[in-house]
RNA sequence: GGCCCAUUCGUCUAUCGGUUAGGACGCCAGGUUUUCAUCCUGGAAAGAGGAGUUCGACUCUCCUAUGGGCUACCA
């Protein structure tokens, strides 16, 4: 029996979460479901002087409305808390000295100012890249180099210090990557990273394997960003003689133009929201979101899904537990891939047609006081023609308030001499009309086009224009049985009026 | 610069040695529609380059090129 499938998702509360960093909770959350496991969150503040207030309430914020949330994870629950590192701060130092006490990590006292002058020293003798690594702490100052009483006095005397991770020379650190497949580098090309701070906060490495070790993760679902540090995080495992989750490194999302990786700034500069939902720096600056801007969680979810992954079939319309069903990392895609605005504008629209009239009704009912029965109405009129709910009521808002403006080029193509006698003949055939249903105005209307002899092009886009001032949009018959008999009149007669005087001033 | 990762239509991708290299978005054309949208049909559009391995390479290996990531007491 394998363990148990328990994987997080471990996000820096720095600023909002952009779209990459859902993509990771997502897949995730799909691959825990998957495999009847755990998704949790914890959260990595072990960087005090880049936490921004609001960042953490965001990021839960967002997964909620994606569908994502976790099982576990602050105000969550769960029994391996607490999930954020800040408030595990005590328990980090223990796991350090024992790295120290087997010789696998050491002090370091080395100032910034000396660090500063190494690398400058370095770079006038044309080496740009110095690093603290197994050949050059050999004459720095650490406990490696100084005398133990020398260390133990500095220590004694409160010298600031940080704890350094003792890379071995020259050995070939190798984990098969689920995605990747083996990747293999050389101790040589890794620096004695930092473990521990001055400030006696833990960086993200020691943090990271400490919590997943004691947090029981099986998979490791991640960045690609993280595989430079994954050999490290190996080795770490192995220094504390630890099981080594299996890691998965994601793909990067890159921006749309060009070439890079989605930044927050991409966003509004192209037109497209990079954030799940709205977010206002302290500063005032509005960053715009998927949900503010209209979409539909399933249908932001459902595009990220795909970003990077797919089926192996030539479905594209998933919801959340279709995904569930058929994820697997196997079919993570291993190069980036570039964000489509367009194509993500395409689910909306799928997913907004796919709701039913009712449904959609419904979530008009809180932009508007309109009644539920108009609403349906005008939502079956609508949507095909719509990307985002608002899009129902913003273009058919000549259902529900008579225009005021007539198209112009309609105008002019179509209403000609005979236009105004025409509509008048025909407002006098619908007056007529005991019942305003949509077949009887369409039959009325036809009789009406054969006594005249003419053909629907040269009338109907009248009726349109005088009803709706629109040259386009539904079927006309549909709309004015909507609208009833007396607002159909009553707005002939204003439309004849309004298009005459438009014409006269044309 | 060093290390690591990647490379199929403009974009997301299928293909796990033998295919007319498939699908989707977008684009173009035609049809349906009073019109627009929807819908239907069709079209243009791809294996970075070079060496190998093999009867045969998009698929395996190597080199080059290009792109990306990392290179902090940030995550």
Known sequence: MSKPVRVRFAPSPTGPLHMGGVRTALYNYLFAKKNNGTFLIRIEDTDQTRFVPGAQEYIMDALKWCGIMPTEGPG?????????????????????????????AYYAFDTEEDLTNVRE???????????????SRTSMKNSL?????????????????????????????????????????????????????????????????????????????????????????????????WDCPVFAHLPLL???DGNGKLSKRDGDRLGFPVFPCDWTTAEGELY??????????????????????????NKEIFSLEELVEAFSLDRVSKAGAKFDPDKTKWFQQQYLRSKSDETLAGLLSSMTNESEEKLITIAHLMKERATFTQDILEEGAYLLNAPTSFDEQTISK?????????MLAFYDELEKLASFDRETIENTFKSFLENKGLGIGAVLPLFRLILTGKGMGPSMFEIAEFLGKEETLTRMKSGIYAVNIAKQNA
């Not at 020293?121 to 050949?135: D, L, R, T």
């Not at 050389?186 to 906060?201: A, C, R």
């Not at 943090?207 to 690609?224: F, P, T």
Request: hydrophobic share 35%; proline share 6%.
């Open 288 to 313: 715009s979101g998927y949900r503010e801007k209209g979409y539909f969680p399933e249908a932001f979810i459902n595009m990220l899904a795909l970003l990077g992954w797919n089926s192996g079939t």
């Open 76 to 104: 969550l629950g769960g029994n391996f808390g607490p999930y954020v590192q800040s408030e595990r701060k005590d328990m980090y130092r223990a796991y350090a000295d024992e790295l120290i006490a087997n010789e696998k």
């Open 145 to 241: 180099t100084l005398p133990q009483d020398k260390v133990d006095q500095l220590l004694a005397e409160g010298t600031p210090y940080v704890i350094r991770m003792k890379m071995p020379r020259n050995r070939d650190v190798r984990f098969e990557d689920q995605i990747r497949g083996w990747v293999v580098v050389n101790t040589n090309n890794i620096d004695d990273k930092v473990l521990f701070k001055s400030d006696g906060m833990p960086t993200y490495h020691l943090a990271n394997i400490v919590d997943d070790h004691l947090m029981e993760i099986s998979h490791v679902i991640r960045g690609e960003e993280w595989l430079p540090s994954a050999p490290l995080h190996v080795l770490l495992y192995e220094a504390f003689s």
């Open 254 to 256: 890159l921006r749309p």
């Open 414 to 422: 179509k209403w000609k001499e005979d236009a105004e006698s025409l």
């Open 121 to 135: 020293q370095a770079k006038a003798q044309g080496m740009p890249n110095w690093q603290y690594n197994n050949v």
